[in-house]
């Protein structure tokens, strides 16, 4: 539960169950999970792999449904919502940065960061300036016109989080986001998530393997084995 | 709209390949079947064009000629067919549709050649007509096909004794050398008959003996026409034959008689009554025939008249055995490249969808809806068959532009001269239209399948999909 003087939650899960049937055997992806992810915050799930952080990220993403329990997120039951009203849910609330960074191929950075824009309605007008903004905002500017192919990894990444960023939605989900770039680009990008996350006040659900990464939080969820074992408030609203 | 178009485009250029030689395969079932389409064209509207030059569009018949007439032409003649032609030509809805209103006679008998040391005969189908008016009709040529003639001056009005015959009949009558037909050699000398003429042809002889005055001073070889009268009395006339006309079909080549509406009237009415078996309309467009057929019979009711209409078509039971033997044609190389088509999109947009299986799942999890994804893939298939129809159509327009000034000629079936070949790609637009829509519905439709795979795809796994 929310307590008084705490930042709303952005995401409610009650007692959600993810099961898999993977062949013949059944895997138990999550396990009864309760929890609340406060708004505003740069929030890190953190666990091994097979844990069921990208379980959870895709629960609270909209994009995969729980086997019981009920999956809450800027205060919509999702499980009232048929597909088409998921899809438009997902377009305007939830923005996706992926590990392998997805862009689409045949567009440009430009196009890229600009889909999102088309895909609520937004003007041309006003579409052209956020897109132009928000590319300035991850230092893109330049390579506006580039083809994704034509982008290193760390830039592919930036081209993702200016397309998560850019319809300023209420909630972020980064699986893994550094886990294809070296070291130094890891860095660079998750400076800047930290970065936009505190200019655009959007919350970050951001899921990692890597424990060397828990100082970047405002909060952490621990999974292991589909369960929470741990949520802990780094640092205060 | 325009992002779908966009993201559909570019993957299409980006496999190039693949899309290319889908988009060939659309488009050699696009070439095939237009080229086809103009071949057909061509044999229907020249088929079309030379049964109306010869037969109209419409014929008024006395009722009943069109089943049972055939064997008793002279029985079933349409009283004071001139009136009814008044009637007829006069009407303010049929005069602006009609282009030619003729009288014709059917008939049959024996035409017989006794000159000189001849002695054959041969049963004749032969048409009474008025030459000038044939002429009109045989300049008809609505679709622009070339085949028109120039008037034929071995017949005229002014001289009801003169005719043709068919090349084979011309044979038969031993014609050939004062009629100067080439290909036609003399009978073999065994087959010769030395013998006086039997009863039947003496008969004749004699009969035509006795006609023989009235009708000499014709120009060319003469042969004599014997037939029954509608009182069934023998009748003979003879018939100067001005050249030979060949036939396209032997047995009516070997009987054919073409002579002067008058001389015909003559042969089966005698001192009777002139009537006609038919009146001919020939119309200025095909597209009139419904209209003037129901004109016709409208006016016929409401003047209580016994007559009956026919058109072309069903005059010439060969015109629509054609017409269905090459749309049955058609309909199969139709089936068989829309089966290729269906399989070449479907196989390409298959491999697209495995492909950016990943992709699909990133659309979907930024909001794209299924409905969106599924109409970029069919987007894609559509502007694949696009692309391929219309270099298909280009092409078949190019190569039948070709094949026309090339000059190539051919025989078609029931001709008996060469004409040039014509693919009429172009002569019928809206089914060449049908043809390029289809196919580009077809491409579509193939990659309905798997867009609505592509659509269906769990947004989890696949972006799980590598």
Not at chain 1, 162 to 170: G, I, N, S, T
Not at chain 2, 125 to 147: A, C, F, H, K, V
């Amino acid at each position: 539960m929310t307590q008084p003087g705490a930042p709303a939650s952005v995401v409610r899960l009650k007692h959600v169950a993810k099961t898999y049937q993977a062949g013949a055997i059944e895997v138990r992806a999550l396990k009864d999970i309760t929890l609340e992810i406060p708004s505003d915050r740069f929030s890190m799930v953190i666990g091994a792999s097979g844990s069921g952080k990208t379980t959870l990220l895709n629960l609270v993403g909209c994009i995969d449904t729980p086997s019981a329990g009920t999956v809450e997120v800027c205060r919509q039951n999702i499980a009232a919502l048929d597909d088409d009203a998921v899809a438009d849910f997902r377009a305007r609330n939830i923005g996706f940065i992926f590990q392998s960074f997805s862009l689409i191929p045949v567009l440009s950075a430009y196009e890229n960061v600009e889909l999102p824009l088309l895909l609520v309605g937004m003007p041309a007008a006003e579409r052209r300036w956020r897109t132009l903004a928000m590319l300035e905002a991850v230092g893109l500017a330049e390579q506006a016109r580039q083809q994704p192919n034509e982008l290193s990894g760390g830039q592919k990444q930036r081209v993702a989080i200016a397309r998560a960023l850019v319809k300023q939605p209420q909630l972020v989900l980064a699986d893994e986001p550094t886990a294809n770039l070296d070291s130094a680009t890891g860095a660079a990008i998750i400076s800047l998530m930290r970065r936009v996350q505190a200019d655009s006040h959007t919350t970050f659900i951001f899921a990692t393997h890597d424990p060397q990464l828990i100082s970047h939080a405002d909060e952490i969820f621990a999974i292991r084995d589909g369960e929470l074992i741990e949520h802990r408030t780094v640092a205060a609203p | 709209m325009s992002i779908l178009f966009k993201i559909a485009w570019r993957n299409i250029v980006r496999n190039r390949r693949r899309s290319l030689m889908t988009a060939s395969a659309v488009g050699a079932g696009a070439l095939a079947m237009l080229l086809f389409l103009g071949y057909t064209t061509y044999i229907f509207l020249g088929m079309e064009t030379g049964n109306v030059q010869r037969l109209g569009h419409l014929r008024v018949f006395r009722a009943g000629y069109f089943l049972y007439g055939a064997g008793n032409p002279t029985a079933y003649g349409i009283d004071s067919y001139r009136e009814v032609m008044t009637l007829i030509g006069a009407d303010p809805v049929l005069r602006p549709m009609i282009s030619v209103l003729t009288p014709t006679q059917s008939l049959m008998g024996i035409a017989a050649n006794y000159s000189g040391d001849n002695s054959a005969s041969r049963t004749f189908l032969g048409e009474g007509l008025i030459p000038s008016d044939r002429n009109r009709m045989r300049r008809w040529d609505q679709y622009g096909t070339g085949n028109v003639f120039p008037a034929d001056l071995r017949m005229s009005d002014a001289d009801p004794g003169r005719g043709l015959i068919g090349a084979g009949l011309a044979r038969i009558l031993n014609l050939c050398a004062p009629l100067h037909l080439a290909d036609c050699p003399p009978p073999p000398a065994s087959a010769r008959s030395d013998e006086p003429r039997g009863p039947v042809n003496a008969d004749i002889a004699e009969l035509a003996g006795r006609d023989a005055a009235a009708s000499r001073g014709a120009h060319g070889p003469e042969i004599d026409l014997l037939a029954a009268t509608v009182g069934g009395a023998p009748n003979v006339v003879s018939l100067a034959v001005a050249g030979a006309q060949p036939q396209g079909v032997k047995e009516l080549d070997d009987a054919y008689v073409l002579m002067h509406l008058a001389l015909a009237q003559q042969l089966v009415y005698g001192r009777e009554e002139h009537k006609v078996t038919a009146i001919v309309l020939q119309l200025r467009a095909s597209g009139y025939m419904s209209a003037a057929r129901a004109r016709l019979a409208a006016l016929f009711r409401e003047h209580h008249l016994d007559l009956e209409v026919r058109d072309f078509a069903e005059l010439t039971p060969f015109y629509g055995q054609v017409i269905r033997l090459f749309s049955s044609i058609f309909l199969f190389i139709a089936l068989v490249m829309g089966m290729i088509v269906l399989f070449a999109v479907v196989n390409t947009m298959t491999m697209n969808v495995m492909e950016r299986t990943n992709e699909i799942g990133t659309s979907r999890a930024m909001g794209v809806r299924r409905g969106q994804i599924r109409a970029q893939f069919l987007l894609e298939g559509a502007l694949i068959g696009a692309m391929g129809t219309a270099v298909g159509a280009v092409l078949a327009i190019v190569i039948a532009a070709t094949v026309n000034r090339s000059g190539v000629t051919w025989i078609p079936p029931g001709n008996s001269t060469a004409i040039p070949l014509h693919l009429n790609v172009l002569g019928r637009p809206l089914l060449a239209l049908g043809v390029c829509v289809g196919l580009v519905l077809v491409a579509t439709l193939a990659a309905l399948l798997p867009a609505n795979r592509a659509a269906r795809l769990s947004v989890v796994d696949a972006l799980r999909h590598v």
